[in-house]
């Protein structure tokens, strides 16, 4: 039989809460021929006696490459399934030559355990993240489940989001002799959620926060159609006033991100609280103005300009991005910045008016909101 460690300098082996016991016999040789296994004490207390371990340092992240320097025949020790919010991805991400052996997760026990089939079930994990990546997954009678959260944090947030009659129910130490319905050590939390639909994408306007300064939700829809966010890309918010359109860009798959960049630290603050109610706390906010607070920015698929299109280089400085861009006018002078850029870029140009049924005397008419004038445009290149 080929070694594991004649494959890969490094070899990452999933444990479960059942031990040294539940290994593959894979798995025990690449822990047996290691010059060392590291993991955490927890995990390496499942050694048998004689084994060469070493914890991690901690914190971890800042000293990990200089901890595996140098080393050969490690062995890396993982809860569950490594690449499940775990020291695997770490290593892969890092550009580590990775042999991952993994055991059962947490996850698959949680769901044999309640019976909730995979495709119906979504997964949360809030290990080194923010509680309210959770909002974003609630929805009536969706199965959630979430990993690295506190009770009384998750308590407090289904309670703030009108979800408190959500079924919860805690699983401790899933696969080992110690497993158990209630909190404990590593706490799977699974929810059967109860509450007031929320789409992901066209929230209506009273779900931000906003000092006026808001892409209302027509609007928003129109310019999230052209933006046309795809899985894992990267969006600019330029005046991103209240949020709303990098907010929903992040709602609409767990893996898209935004930045917003907005001048007002009052509007910025707002931003922030927004993304957290609604989900996407890992939404970034840049306070400054643009052009220059988009220097040293991560390139992006797509941008927003919400606002700042009369304020030479801005527009130019989103141009020369490449990316997709939507751009927002509602004055006079942003119409005519719209209308240069059209004719000398080509793209679509297009002008939205709604107006809304309102009382009108005795009967009902219609009040016209502000026009817009919407550029969009997607580089040739």
């Known amino acids: 039989m080929t070694s594991v460690r004649e494959k890969s300098p490094l070899t990452v082996v999933g444990i479960g809460a059942d031990g040294w016991s539940g290994l593959s016999g894979q798995a025990r040789e690449a822990v047996l021929r290691a010059d060392v296994v590291v993991g955490a004490p927890r995990q390496l207390a499942y050694l048998p006696a004689g084994v060469q371990s070493e914890p991690w340092p901690s914190p971890l992240l800042p ?14 020790l993982a809860s569950g399934d490594p690449l499940l919010s775990g020291i695997g991805t770490t290593l892969v991400q890092r550009g580590y030559d990775v042999e991952i052996l993994p055991a059962l997760s947490s996850v698959t026990l949680a769901r044999a355990k309640l019976g909730w089939s995979a495709e119906e079930t979504e997964v949360v994990t809030v290990v080194g993240r923010a509680i309210g990546r959770v909002s974003r997954a609630l929805a009536p009678g969706r199965k959630i489940l979430v990993l690295g959260a506190n009770a009384e944090d998750l308590l407090d947030l289904l309670k703030a989001r009108g979800y408190e009659k959500s079924r919860v129910t805690a699983l401790s130490d899933l696969g080992g002799p110690e497993e158990r319905i209630g909190p404990g050590s590593l706490t799977v939390f699974a929810i059967e959620a109860d509450g ?13 926060e906003h000092d006026g300064q808001l892409t209302k939700r027509d609007l928003r829809a129109s310019a999230l159609a052209r933006l046309a966010p795809s899985p894992g890309e990267l969006l600019w918010d330029v005046g991103a006033g209240a949020g709303s359109v990098g907010i929903e860009w992040s709602r609409v798959h767990p893996l898209n991100r935004a930045i917003a960049i907005e001048r007002s630290p009052e509007r910025a603050a707002r931003i922030t609280r927004n993304a957290h109610a609604l989900g996407v706390p890992e939404l970034d906010v840049v306070i400054g103005d643009a052009p220059d607070a988009l220097e040293g920015l991560t390139r992006p698929h797509a941008i927003f300009v919400g606002g700042g299109l009369t304020v030479p280089g801005v527009l130019d400085a989103c141009l020369a991005t490449g990316a997709r861009i939507v751009a927002h006018g509602v004055t006079l002078e942003s119409e005519q910045a719209l209308a240069r850029a059209y004719t000398e870029h080509g793209g679509e140009l297009i002008r939205v008016g709604v107006e809304q049924a309102a009382p009108l005397g005795g009967f009902t008419g219609w009040t016209p909101a502000r026009a817009v004038t919407q550029w969009s445009y997607r580089s040739k290149a």
Do not use: I, N, Y
């Open 63 to 76: 000293a990990l490459d200089d901890f595996l320097a140098g080393r050969s025949r490690v062995c890396v």
């Open 196 to 208: 007031p639909a929320l789409p992901l994408t066209g929230l209506p306007d009273d779900a931000f």
